[in-house]
């Protein structure tokens, strides 16, 4: 389950919200990650605390990249998720 906006009138026993309907047009940006089995909860959270970090860029000479390991090819466009 996943909650997006809050949107109530009051809480409970209590008149003391103001702004509690998050109104208008919002943007949200998702990062899936697919799993089977167990919840990975250790890689989940060092996956989260990436995509929350400062962008980090490394540039690679090209002799690097002729002895690197795991350096493969990828289609230019392609689809991995359907819903």
Known sequence: MLTLLRAFRRAVFSNDNPGGQIQGNHTFRYDVIPFSGDVPAT???????????????????????????????????DSYLSV
């Open 43 to 77: 890689r989940l959270f060092l996956l989260g605390q990436r995509v929350n970090g400062a962008v980090l860029t490394v540039d690679h000479l090209s002799v690097e990249l002729e002895h690197a390991t795991g350096v493969g090819e990828l289609p230019s466009s």
